[in-house]
């Protein structure tokens, strides 16, 4: 039987499952390796931003339309990672009415459907919104969940038995006679069902074919081929509300800047963003000015921003492209179309491609088209059906069920993991008895924990991924030592730390955006339970020194308490006396001290 | 007409209790204005003096660390006498209730993730299950209370090097409640004695946890064995198991600290302290540098009080008694001054447990405890200040929280009851 | 990128737009409220649920914590997934009272129990029917007012009670109130109405259902002993005050009552009268609920102008010193604060006033729940988790001295007399023996 040929993707987030999940589907033996965590780039830090392509309705028609067509396909076949919520262009009355009419007209031309509302009618929507706005265009914008996405795309990879290795970083790309033939992986810590190698291990992979999917990390990959690919990474900042202040997606409507829309996702609000173009994808500044500028200009559209609480702030980093010779100066300004580079056309080394730009809303688009390239290269003749077949999770479901009866769960936390979970729900909430909520910011159960666990390891980070637990407003003060605690007996208690350890610092990192007005409160609070009570700051199972146990109190053996009971002997004279018992002693009518 | 007093005291809490009970000691008529329910309920119940100071620690000795602490640290302004002070009221109102005033030194306590952190006082539930006391540990955990992982708590305590050996195992909880069930609901339950298939609550939980005993000589629950009837509880399951029974101090919810609140304001009624509680204090009037009367918002709308003396005991961050924004922190009924670095991200460091300005964030204050202005100039003659309003201690790391309130309650309720009186 | 514009075409010209517009009612029904705002002050500190009276005998309740931030943030705007554990809230509000952060608790609780039974409960329920019925008690009095004798004695029969529980699930293990033979706006027409006339001291009596068919024995003393100040006392046409309906989500029927209560009452104020109730369920919810859930105008100013009626002679006469010189026989008291009078931080002034009443022994039962909370203790599924709410009051009422009870409360007073056989008096009424 001849053997399938071979596809090695580099590149975890949305393009790379994508790709590998088609090729996979199309027959072909597909490896995909990611260095950190799926969703580890781009995709995991984006706003969640389901294009309807309105934002680019004036200046990037071709992006539009890829959208529009996309953001169709995604509802269909992504169910439980979308949230249909609808949009807004909400035009204020310093914004031109030109530019308004330019989208409008912009909309109707790439097929986006556009309805406009008079500013009674969009409050109607979002009764939040300004009570001077103008008008406001409605747009089918949604509100994806790039998580989920991701992790479903790459079991139905799996499932179609593609391989797929995360914390396996690529430390060089081999080339034998001026083609690729594959890479060298070097395997990093990591725990999972993704995660095969040793830490340190070093593995050469080859394969017939090699697609280089990793967005902003594109130009460091290139330079191991020995190839040279421009990305211009460029970071943005979003903003997390504690609630949701609205329910659609509001844009503001005048050509695209800083700060201009509002996503609503999962139980919060997400404020975003700039676009500031940034050296290196893994190290650039947050800064405090970013964080302010959100607050202050989407108060514009929505002016309980200026007071509301913020729970964190996090950046991502664009992986944008343009074609050499192109350019543009502003980030803002260059295409978010996306491109294939097939090294053998542009710089003589065949074996493999390169994808870079677009968005996570053509994901699918963007997958299909280099799947089919890689197809015609490798002389396979197969036709890709990923916008057909729905993807795990998503087949038939409905979030509208008893929940007590069914799971014996409160409706809204029953909904929630119901949402999460999608046609997975059954099967895991029903798994675990007593089933109590770890997380009740967020609802999330220890079934659902549980389940996350089997595909995070020992990772409590990939667990918050997968569940949303310590995402909410206490951001992991109650319920991270329960998440860690989820770990025993699999696991031993010096791992149940070390987890603790990672998870709560890096909940601390984005928690610094946020500390004023409650949200510092919650911290000082969250400080307070860590330190103060739980004494994890200094822990003597994680010192150097050992403790001198003789020289405390050992709580004095003249107290004569061997039965632990209260001294004194009758139980009745012990503990503390209640006003009313007193009032058995001396008559309350008579008290000193008022008069 | 505004209602009167000697000494108002303007807060609910650990310290605001313990500057009314000071300040009614020296004769003076009190009245404490309280708003909502303490930061105890959210606390562990145990009084720390001081754990760590100037890079050192555990300290087995508090009073030997004083003087490693920075010169603006509120016990370097009331010296060891006033934490003596606060110790010596909080004994006395707590009386039997707390144990660990008959040495000067420090205890280690079990926390309920397992490590072991030094405190100055303790329940009695607490006592016989010290960590720097010896005797082999069964520790219990109930399945749906997911806060106490007792084989995780145990293992951690091994790992924390303490000397006995140590065990966790989790049971069912004699009544099957619902997953969410309150832990409230779990005392009540324990108070009451109520019944279940093969007995009582009590001896159903005492047969569960006798089954798993191997040799012990101690065991240990989460702080829920009850509320009201909490020593008849421990008592019959230390009688039924034949050992020493003890509670290990949680987070929020927690029981001690619940009941901890109770018997200060118990003690409050006893020492005839006037209480109105369940409003806010938002402003004041003042005249020629003296507070005159502070202002209650008695559901919208303003009721007077005065008083010839004030202590503001609202608490910090947590208390509510410090206020913040994007660009500042502030005092929010006094308008005191509140020092802070300009850049909020100066407020607190990269690492999570690091020395953080916003953990000492509070008034400051000069050595009779009234807070002072930028010039060090006390901003009213006759306000002192209590407790975590007041800044210059890092209460979480130092493992101090109590012992601040204390000692700056009882030495800012003797002088302002003082002055009243004279 | 061209700026294409399509000038003239109708179809890109906004409708109705103009420069001036009027807001869009953003809450035309109370259960239109988005309360998920109310989430971001809770900083998960659990003093709320710690106070919850319910949580700690009915494992099934989840707490308000989960009723109120947690419930709202998790809801999606359309979601219709209120838990119907709402319905086992009795409305106490002891967790506002907890709540050091200021999350608007009980108005997320009351406004999530309006939006359950108006979009998830069948109202052909008998649930719904019962509960509808006690909540309207004001309606049903109005009722068995008219027949004293005739209501008491089919109310009081036990094959009534019997059939009240069967059918409907009103309790039969609790007596139902007497109607007394004169009400007591019968008795203050009769009378003819102010005996005394004032210009600067005015009050308007808010007397609520209980004071004027069941116990018009405290409206009297409240009138006897306001007019011995020199007060001049009015009584407008007023409705219930809503406590009962808000307990059982019942929003629209209790808007109709304020709507009513404001219109009676508001236009008193700029001649200077204050409204006086002296239950302490009918001031909670004249100060709090009111502008809490409703957009009413006046309302405000009527919330801003209610007192109870202890605390307003409290404040405005020197009560403390009229009691000081006066002196009754002797007598003891066990007064329970009820938690609406808490949340009110009215809950010290009986026993520091009356402590210092010659002749009088008085001391605080505890601060407990009596657990009867309106409604809640009347139903028949709830009953039993209302007498071991209220179990520690009895026991300590039994405990402490005096045989006799007192509290500001009707209901509270009708749990205290079902759990200890004492007899129950209103302070107003110990007032008007001292002074009057």
Known sequence: MKKSPS????????????????????????????????????????????????RYAVSDQPSAKECIEENRVLRRIAGHCVEMTGGLFVQRPEDSDEYFEKKLEGCRECGIPAEVLSAEEAREIEPYLAKDIKRAIKVPDGAVDPFRLCVANAASAVEHGARIETHSEVTDVLVEDG???????????????????????V????????????????????????????????????????????????????????????????????????????????????????????IETLSELVPMLAEARTIRSFWGVRPLYEPPG???????????????????????????????????????????????????????????????????????????????????????????????????????????????????CEAVTRAEIQDALDTAGTDLNSVRIQTRASMGNCQGAICCHRMANELAPEYDEETVRASLDDLYQERWKGERHAMWGTQLSQTALKHMLHAATMNRDEDPAAADADIDFAAFDDGGASEGDASGVASGGAVADGGRERAADRADDDALGGADGDN | MAITDDVLVVGGGIAACTAALSAAETGARVRLLAHKKSTLRQASGLVDVLGYAGGDGPLSDPYAGLEAL???????????????????????????????????????????????????????????????????????????????????????????????????????????????AKVTRFAKALDRDEDVDGGTVRSVLADTVADELDGESRVGFPAMLGDDRDEDVRAEL?????????????????????????????????????IAAGNPAVDFEADDGRVETVIVDQKSRPTPYSADQVVLATGGLVGKGLDSDRESVTEPVFGCHVPHPEDRYDWSEPEAFDDHAFARFGVVPDDELRPTDEDGEPHFENLRAAGGVVGGADVAREKSASGVSLATGAVAGRLAGEEATR | MSDAESPGNPTLTPDAQTDDFEAVE????????????????????????????????????????????????????????????????????????????GVPLSQMHNTARGEYVDEQMDKLSREYIRNRILANYGTLAQLGGMFPRLANAVMGNSVVQQINEKLLGITAERDFPEFATQTFREWWNERGGPQVRSEEKRVAYFHGCYSNYNTPEVGKAMVRVFESFGYEVVVPKQRCSGTPMFANGMLDDAKR?????????????????????????????????????????????????????????????????????????????????????????????????FRQLDGVEIEDVGDSCSGISGTYGWKEEKYDKSMQIGADMFDHMEHAQGSVGMTECPTCSMQMEHGTGYDIKHPLQLLEEALV
Request: contains cysteine; aromatic residues 6%.
């Open chain 1, 7 to 54: 596809v090695l993707v580099i590149g975890g987030g949305s393009t790379g499952t994508g790709i590998a999940r088609d090729l996979a589907m199309r027959g072909l033996d597909v490896t995909l390796v990611e260095k950190g965590n799926l969703t580890h780039g781009t995709t995991g830090r984006m706003h969640g931003l389901l294009h309807s392509g309105g």
């Open chain 1, 179 to 201: 083609e690729v033939v594959g890479v060298e992986v070097t395997h990093q810590t990591g725990t999972g069902p993704y995660v095969h190698g040793e830490p340190g291990e």
């Open chain 1, 203 to 294: 593995e050469e992979i080859c394969a017939d074919y090699v697609v280089n999917a990793t967005g902003a990390w594109a130009g460091q990959i290139g330079d191991l081929a020995g190839v040279d690919v421009e990305v211009r990474p460029s970071k943005g900042v979003m903003t997390i509300m504690n609630t949701r202040q609205v329910d659609t997606v509001v844009n503001r409507c005048r050509p695209k800047g800083d700060a201009d829309i509002i996503v609503p996702h999962e139980t919060t609000c997400i404020l975003g963003t700039t676009d500031e173009e940034v050296e290196d994808p893994e190290d650039y500044p947050e800064e405090g000015w970013e964080v302010d500028l959100m």
């Open chain 1, 326 to 440: 192109t350019g543009t100066e502003d980030p803002t300004d260059i295409t978010r179309e996306f491109f294939l580079l097939d090294h053998a056309d542009r710089d003589d080394l065949p074996g493999m491609t390169s994808i870079v730009g677009g968005k996570l809303t053509t994901y699918r688009m963007m997958a299909e088209q280099i799947s089919d390239h890689v197809c015609e290269k490798l002389g396979v003749d197969a036709e890709c059906r990923t916008a057909d077949e729905p993807l795990p999770g998503s087949e038939d479901f409905t979030v509208l069920r008893d929940y007590m009866d069914d799971f014996g769960l409160r409706s809204p936390i029953g909904r929630r993991s119901a949402q999460r979970l999608g046609s997975r729900a059954d099967e895991v909430l029903n798994s675990v008895d007593p089933n109590p909520v770890v997380c009740e």
């Open chain 2, 70 to 180: 920075p010169e603006s640290h509120p016990y370097r302004v009331v010296g060891e006498d006033g934490v003596r002070a606060g110790l010596r009221i909080f004994d006395e109102a707590v009386g039997d209730a707390y144990r660990g005033g008959h040495t000067d030194s420090n205890a280690l306590v079990m926390t309920h993730g397992g490590a072991v952190k030094p405190t100055a006082r303790y329940p009695a539930s607490v006592a016989p299950g010290l960590a720097s006391s010896s005797g082999d540990t069964l520790l219990v955990g109930f399945a749906g209370l997911t806060d106490f992982d007792a084989p995780v708590a145990a293992d951690h305590l091994a790992a924390a090097g303490v000397p006995f050996s140590a065990r966790g195992v989790t049971v069912e909880f004699p009544k099957r409640f619902r997953a969410d």
């Open chain 2, 238 to 274: 230390s009688d039924r198991l034949g050992v020493s029974v003890f509670e290990v101090p949680t987070g929020p919810p927690s029981l001690l600290g619940l009941k901890l609140e109770d018997m200060l304001f118990d003690a409050l009624d006893e020492a005839g302290v006037r």
């Open chain 3, 26 to 101: 953003v809450f035309p029904d109370s259960t239109d409220m988005d309360l998920r705002p109310g989430a971001d002050n809770c900083y998960k500190c659990t003093a709320c649920d710690v106070s919850c009276p319910v949580a700690e005998v009915d494992d099934e309740f989840p707490g308000p914590k989960f009723q109120g931030p947690e419930q709202w943030r998790l809801k999606r705007k359309e979601d219709e997934a209120v838990d119907d554990s709402i319905m086992s809230c009795s409305n106490c509000m002891r967790c506002d009272d907890a709540c050091p952060s």
């Open chain 3, 257 to 353: 009552a304020a709507g009513i209560n404001v219109d009676n009452f508001a236009g008193l104020i700029p001649e200077g009268y204050d409204i006086i109730a002296s239950c302490t369920s009918c001031s909670m919810s004249l100060r709090q609920e009111y502008p809490e859930l409703f957009d009413i105008d006046g309302i405000e100013d009527l919330s801003a102008h209610t007192y109870e009626a202890l605390e307003y002679l409290r404040i405005h006469e020197d009560l403390e010193g009229a009691v000081r010189e006066a002196s009754v026989d002797d007598q003891s008291f066990a007064y329970h604060a009820p938690c609406h009078g808490r949340n009110q931080g009215l809950d010290r002034q009986a026993v520091e006033l």
